[in-house]
């Protein structure tokens, strides 16, 4: 049976959401509009003033924020509410440039909590659940949010943080944890560690894992889910709007729940800015309608992804979006062609290798070369050099097939890519170093 941790809003009707949204937002650009002259600036050089802010409807009306403006306002220059306020700070993880800060108030961080804690019971968790948070604790907002949504939910919580594999796999076992929170890149590798102490995926109590934080291929659910004998459950957030728990999967597992009483999402054209139709693929832009010390209207994500409102079997009315598969910054330009990392971490798994690939490009006499690590599972290691080179050909085939262009492949053995225990380096862009 499903559970939900807020059942009056995860379902609520279509038209009471959207009058909850319309007076949270009305509210909201109120508050920015008195407390943030920046954003104030913005929206008196677009011609928009309060007044023109009735509704939703009225949403398109606002400027963009974008991480430009953040960095721009560093540190202080978006808040909305005087510091004395606020009691908390966290920070980017800076994946993509110069971090920027965030500030919470008492109620932005039990809202935040609030959207956690529907995550985890999504995934199935009660007050007798054993959360294993694994995910970094500190600046990183992944630690603090699951910690926060665990509290929430009365389950019993182990901050363990990231790293020291050995011993997270050491209580797991001795304190039967059932949810396992982190990265999927370190939920693999400590599925990959398990194997190795010689335990089988029966061997332990999880029955459940919430992983986020980067983006995460079908195929690499698969293996986490195998490997550690669990359901694996995707969960989706971003320091700018708090952190994780601005969406998260349910158990029909297609895409995940936004918690739209908190974030109004919108999918523009990154060309144009223009607002798309629901079930175009663009950016997703999030306004966040509660959040007091640090609201943003119109956030723009960089995330490339689609929203369906497909009636889901799990009873949530909220909208979904799909899972995120890369930001418009992640994607590489290789010879002209457009190449996200997971298209090559898809065609990886898929062809039996493990989740551990690395991906260098430079630049050689003004063309790009293009090469893949990507490490053998121990049998595969075992074959003969003409075997390995026939597997090389046939990975190289499989990805100009859906790449259009020629990587070259290079099967290393096992052990060889340095493991993530926070979010996965996948791509070494030597071009960007000269
Ligand atoms: P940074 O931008 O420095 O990585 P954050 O830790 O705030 O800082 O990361 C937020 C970003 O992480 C999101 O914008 C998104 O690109 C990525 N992300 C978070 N959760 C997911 C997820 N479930 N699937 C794909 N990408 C995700
Ligand atoms: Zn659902």
């Given at each position: 049976?499903?559970r939900?941790?807020?059942?009056?809003?995860?379902?609520?009707?279509?038209?009471?959401m959207k009058?909850?949204?319309?007076?949270?937002?009305?509210?909201?650009?109120?508050?920015?509009?008195?407390?943030?002259?920046?954003?104030?600036?913005?929206?008196?050089?677009?011609?928009?003033?309060?007044?023109?802010?009735?509704?939703?409807?009225?949403?398109?009306?606002?400027?963009?924020?974008?991480?430009?403006?953040?960095?721009?306002?560093?540190?202080?220059?978006?808040?909305?509410?005087?510091?004395?306020?606020?009691?908390?700070?966290?920070?980017?993880?800076?994946?993509?440039?110069?971090?920027?800060v965030?500030?919470?108030?008492?109620?932005?961080?039990?809202?935040?909590?609030?959207?956690?804690?529907?995550?985890?019971?999504?995934?199935?968790?009660?007050?007798?659940?054993?959360?294993?948070?694994?995910?970094?604790?500190?600046?990183?907002?992944?630690?603090?949010?699951?910690?926060?949504?665990?509290?929430?939910?009365?389950?019993?919580?182990?901050?363990?943080?990231?790293?020291?594999?050995?011993?997270?796999?050491?209580?797991?076992?001795?304190?039967?944890?059932?949810?396992?929170?982190?990265?999927?890149?370190?939920?693999?590798?400590?599925?990959?560690?398990?194997?190795?102490?010689?335990?089988?995926?029966?061997?332990?109590?999880?029955?459940?894992?919430?992983?986020?934080?980067?983006?995460?291929?079908?195929?690499?659910?698969?293996?986490?889910?195998?490997?550690?004998?669990?359901?694996?459950?995707?969960?989706?957030?971003?320091?700018?709007?708090?952190?994780?728990?601005?969406?998260?999967?349910?158990?029909?597992?297609?895409?995940?729940h936004?918690?739209?009483?908190?974030?109004?999402?919108?999918?523009?054209?990154?060309?144009?800015?223009?607002?798309?139709?629901?079930?175009?693929?663009?950016?997703?832009?999030?306004?966040?309608?509660?959040?007091?010390?640090?609201?943003?209207?119109?956030?723009?994500?960089?995330?490339?992804c689609?929203?369906?409102?497909?009636?889901?079997?799990?009873g949530?009315?909220?909208?979904?979006?799909?899972?995120?598969?890369?930001?418009?910054?992640?994607?590489?330009?290789?010879?002209?062609?457009?190449?996200?990392?997971?298209?090559?971490?898809?065609?990886?798994?898929?062809?039996?290798?493990?989740?551990?690939?690395?991906?260098?490009?430079?630049?050689?006499?003004?063309?790009?070369?293009?090469?893949?690590y990507?490490?053998?599972?121990?049998?595969?290691?075992?074959?003969?050099?003409?075997?390995?080179?026939?597997?090389?050909?046939?990975?190289?085939?499989?990805?100009?097939?859906?790449?259009?262009?020629n990587?070259?492949?290079?099967?290393?053995?096992?052990?060889?890519?340095?493991?993530?225990?926070?979010?996965?380096?996948?791509?070494?862009?030597?071009?960007?170093?000269?």
């Open positions: 049976m499903e939900y941790w807020n059942q009056e809003i995860e379902c609520m009707s279509r038209e009471d009058k909850l949204q319309d007076e949270r937002l009305v509210a909201q650009v109120k508050h920015v509009w008195d407390n943030v002259p920046y954003y104030r600036q913005k929206m008196e050089e677009k011609g928009v003033t309060p007044d023109d802010i009735k509704s939703t409807d009225d949403l398109y009306k606002l400027p963009f924020l974008s991480k430009a403006d953040l960095r721009d306002c560093y540190p202080y220059g978006l808040l909305a509410k005087p510091l004395s306020e606020c009691v908390r700070i966290h920070s980017t993880s800076g994946t993509t440039g110069k971090r920027v965030a500030f919470y108030t008492q109620n932005d961080v039990d809202l935040w909590n609030e959207c956690c804690a529907r995550a985890i019971t999504a995934a199935g968790g009660t007050k007798d659940d054993v959360v294993q948070v694994c995910y970094g604790y500190g600046l990183f907002t992944g630690g603090a949010g699951l910690d926060g949504g665990s509290h929430k939910v009365g389950c019993l919580t182990l901050p363990m943080s990231s790293g020291n594999t050995e011993r997270q796999i050491q209580f797991m076992q001795d304190l039967k944890s059932t949810i396992l929170c982190c990265t999927p890149s370190y939920a693999a590798y400590i599925g990959e560690a398990y194997k190795e102490m010689g335990y089988k995926p029966e061997d332990n109590c999880l029955k459940a894992g919430i992983f986020g934080a980067e983006p995460w291929t079908e195929e690499m659910r698969k293996e986490i889910e195998k490997s550690l004998g669990i359901k694996a459950y995707d969960i989706y957030g971003l320091t700018e709007t708090s952190g994780p728990g601005v969406s998260f999967e349910c158990s029909e597992q297609t895409g995940m936004i918690n739209e009483d908190h974030f109004i999402a919108e999918i523009i054209d990154p060309d144009t800015g223009e607002v798309l139709p629901e079930g175009e693929k663009g950016e997703l832009v999030f306004t966040s309608i509660t959040k007091e010390a640090f609201p943003l209207l119109r956030y723009r994500t960089r995330d490339i689609v929203l369906s409102r497909k009636k889901c079997s799990c949530r009315t909220l909208v979904k979006m799909a899972k995120p598969m890369g930001r418009s910054d992640d994607m590489l330009i290789i010879r002209g062609v457009n190449v996200f990392p997971s298209q090559i971490e898809t065609v990886l798994i898929a062809q039996g290798y493990p989740p551990n690939y690395q991906i260098e490009i430079d630049r050689v006499n003004n063309t790009d070369t293009f090469d893949i990507v490490e053998m599972t121990a049998e595969q290691f075992s074959d003969t050099v003409k075997d390995v080179q026939k597997k090389e050909a046939e990975l190289v085939g499989a990805i100009k097939t859906i790449l259009g262009i990587p070259k492949v290079h099967l290393v053995s096992p052990k060889t890519i340095a493991r993530s225990e926070g979010k996965a380096v996948r791509v070494i862009d030597k071009r960007k170093l000269v």
